[in-house]
């Protein structure tokens, strides 16, 4: 088991785990490193965004004109987007899939020269301890010792599967937060050619299939593909997924003869079930597909050592109070847990200097 000493330990690399570290980053220039770990459990960065690599989004893809952090947050980067084809709400997605932005933000932190940045990926955190010294964060094969520990989870994720030093009010409260989106599944269809604009009267994102597994479809071609996304609602069983991938292809295929009097072959299919990913969905009370509310205090209020210093910080998208749930809401989240650090240690710098 190796043993890591740093100054701040993030625990999830999602959006918002890493717009923290480059706030926090961005306004803590020091002059020695500045020693940032970030524990990911899967193999890969970006959590809920997940983008083929055609820009197809099987995770969060769409940005509203009022997303005003995360589209700042995209324009700092020089990240570009593309209006939504057929759109009517101004949305906006990323050209080539929103795990550029997610990409753009790892890189920016790794450009500012007062910054060691250490992303563990495959490493699965199982504890968040409070000590004299600091934080200790224990994961499957790491352990990480650091003066602030920001956990950038769904809470509803965090209390079920990991250990916090949090009383049964704040852990029920926690268990209650819905994660958006976290009981859904998408499948990408790649077509040659975009026969759903064939018709000025039919526009993909508003259509409906009575009967069909697919509860929404929109446009979600890039500048490389042709493709639609549909929703789904993954079944209970893992193993039922690819029959249910087959069924979106069919009834798509169906929808083509109607809308274009013809059937070309899908050219790819992708798909995700977020449902059955272990590092998004976890069970709660009530129904999965409920939105996430502003949970105030019960959900982002740091956590103390026995001097009053804050230690454990939230973050991630369902701790915000403007968009919970949406990759705004990341945005924000992780913004506003970077100014909280910051302020705890100048906070502690002024008590040591007084
Ligand atoms: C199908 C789908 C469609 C969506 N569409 C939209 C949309 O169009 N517009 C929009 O605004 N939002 C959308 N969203 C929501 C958006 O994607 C999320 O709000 C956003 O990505 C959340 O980011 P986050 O960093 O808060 O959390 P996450 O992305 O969930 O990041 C948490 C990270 O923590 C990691 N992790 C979990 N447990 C552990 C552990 N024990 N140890 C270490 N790491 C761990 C996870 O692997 C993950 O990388 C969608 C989501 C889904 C699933």
């Known amino acids: 088991m190796s043993v890591l000493d740093v100054d701040l330990a993030i625990v ?30 899967k193999d890969a960065i970006g959590g809920r965004t997940l983008s083929t690599s055609n820009g197809i989004d099987l995770g969060g893809a769409w940005l509203w004109p009022h997303d005003s952090r995360a589209l700042a947050l995209a ?30 933000v790892e890189h920016a932190i790794r450009a500012l020269p007062h910054v060691q940045l250490r992303v563990c990926l495959s490493t699965v955190a ?21 003066q602030h520990v920001l956990v950038a989870l769904p809470p509803r994720l965090a209390a079920h599967s990991l250990s916090l030093p949090i009383d049964e009010g704040r852990r029920e409260a926690m ?7 976290g009981a859904m599944g998408k499948v990408g269809v790649e077509f040659a050619k975009p026969w759903w604009r064939s018709s000025p009267r039919f526009n993909i994102n508003t259509a409906f299939l009575p009967g069909s597994a697919i509860k929404q479809m929109l446009d979600a071609s890039s500048d490389t593909a ?60 009530g129904s999965p597909f409920e ?17 009053g210093r804050a230690r454990v910080f939230f973050a991630g998208s369902e701790t915000d109070g403007f968009a919970p749930g949406y990759l705004d809401g990341a945005v924000r989240a992780g913004e506003r847990a970077a100014v909280e650090i910051g302020l ?6 002024a008590t040591v200097s007084d």
């Open 344 to 349: 705890e240690l100048n906070a502690a710098a």
């Open 126 to 146: 199982e504890s968040v301890k409070i000590d004299n010294a600091g934080v200790v964060v224990t994961a499957d094969n790491l352990v990480l010792r650091a």
């Open 291 to 307: 939105h996430p509310r502003d949970g105030r205090d019960a959900l982002r209020a740091p956590l103390r050592d026995e001097c």
């Open 75 to 104: 324009a700092d980067l020089h990240v570009e987007t593309l209006p939504q084809p057929g759109g009517s709400d101004g949305e906006a997605r990323v050209q080539g899939g929103m795990s550029r932005l997610v990409a753009a």
């Open 175 to 181: 268990l209650r937060q819905p994660i958006w989106m």
């Open 226 to 285: 042709y493709a639609i996304v549909a929703f789904v609602v993954p079944p209970d069983d893992a193993g039922a997924m690819p029959a249910l991938v087959d069924s979106v292809v069919r009834d798509l295929g169906a929808l083509q003869r109607r809308v274009s009097g013809s059937e070309d072959a899908a050219i790819a299919v992708v798909s995700h079930s977020w449902r059955h990913d272990p590092f998004v969905f976890a069970p709660g009370p």
């Open 12 to 41: 999830g690399a999602g959006l918002s785990g890493l717009t923290a570290a480059l706030r926090f980053a961005h306004a803590r220039v020091t002059e020695v490193p500045l020693r940032i770990a970030v524990i990911e459990a």
